[in-house]
């Protein structure tokens, strides 16, 4: 474990030579010796004249040392002008060195450098725990995002039980698919604290490793139990088989799929999805209906540049392929306790769980009011218009207005949340937004700004989505 270096510092000058002073210099408080000239030389041209007969010159006379200055009376002490006395600044807070606080700095100092922190801890696991590394994606480039982008979220809620438990819960249960077991758990904190050591010098010791340990131990400990909890009711993934792929633009495809057990889910939630082509590369993806009675599930998968899954499933998977599907997860579902309407949200491929979410409050046969925003870029990319308008005429409680940001004159126009705008009151409203993690941050400030609670604003989880777009 490498220690920090100590840097010294020296506060004198080298050699002690200064202006006035030194080997060769006046030294201070001397005073110097002032000689008197010399007579000049006797002329050797003209001869000396005959010296005169004088009187013999007196012997030489003392001089008398000068007096010295006479002593005045001290003048009397005049009283100094008042100065202000130096403002008084607060004393510094003590530093706060809660277990909680030194995890934050520890995560601080490796910030910019996260990529290099995560290749070593990976380079570690995979060195002294080989038997691991098949339960790793080939390419760990996501795999090295998610991992501090977890570690940041467990640090930064530490101190926030219920939040970071919830949160640990849905790690555990989906760690799963992966074939995560219990005892992995010690390999990862051992080399995680290996690769903190080494890349926060500035904040590590004996205490900052103490505190990484026992919050490490903590987190594995609510992942584990959770997965023991979920082994209990569900399998750690399903198999289904394709049974329906159809092309709606060139990059967009609807894709239905049979599970090969029941697979219980609720409108507005999501799953991650994983393809035989790309093993161990999961992404993540809504459904697009409510829950069925023929138990199928439906998809809107589009296929972006780099995309693995997505260009797997768009260009590459027909019926009779199979795929498998992790746990459900996803907290945008409908409260079917209260009787307020829905402001719906979706762009691009986020009309899916929008229409899933309609089908949820029909079946539920309540007349709550849902206005549906549906955003894309050209008109061409509107790719389920006509199934939501369908759903407007069978469902009067139900209205459903087309965003385009280039569309002609007459229709809505610009930016999806900014449309949402134009209309209204929404504050009788809860609001669900899907789409890309730009319209979703854009729409939850626009939302705000007009008086919507963000308690009631519901979305996926912007981080999945990013992961699921890379």
Known sequence: MDGPTPTSADNERSGGIGRDGGWFGRSPGTTPIRTTPAP??????????????????PPPRRTAPEPAPPRTAPEPSRPEPSRPEPSRTAPEPPEDTSDAALLRRTLAEIEPIADTVTSHFYALLFLKHPEVRDMFPVAMDTQRDRLFTALLTAATHVDDPATLTAYLTRLGRGHRKYGTQAEHYPAVGECLIGALARYAPRSWGPRTEAAWVGAYTAISQIMIDAAA????????????????????????????????????????????????????????????????????????????????????????????????LGAPMGSMTVDHTTDNGLLCLGGGTGIAPIKALVEDVAQHGRRRSVQVFYG???????????????????HPWLSVRPVVDDGPEGELCGQLPDAVCQYGPWHTYDAYLSGPPGMIRRGVDTLVGIGIPTHRIRHDSIEELVGARN
């Open 40 to 57: 000049p030389a006797p002329s050797r041209t003209t001869p000396p004249p005959a010296p005169l007969r004088t009187a013999p010159a």
């Open 229 to 324: 909890q979920d082994e209990l009711r569900a399998p750690a993934w399903w198999q289904a088989e394709v049974v329906a792929h159809e092309m709606r633009t060139p990059d967009v495809a609807v894709v239905t799929v049979r599970p090969d057990q029941p697979y219980p889910f609720l409108a507005g939630q999501y799953t991650a999805l994983e393809t035989s082509w790309w093993p161990r590369v999961w992404r993540h993806y809504s459904f697009a209906s409510a829950p069925r009675s023929d138990g199928l599930l439906s998809f809107h998968v589009k296929a972006v540049p780099a995309g693995w899954v997505s260009n797997a499933l768009v260009h590459r998977a027909r019926p009779g392929h199979v795929i498998r």
């Open 376 to 394: 894309a870029r050209r008109d061409h990319d509107l790719y389920d218009i006509d199934t939501m308008l369908r759903l407007q005429q069978s």
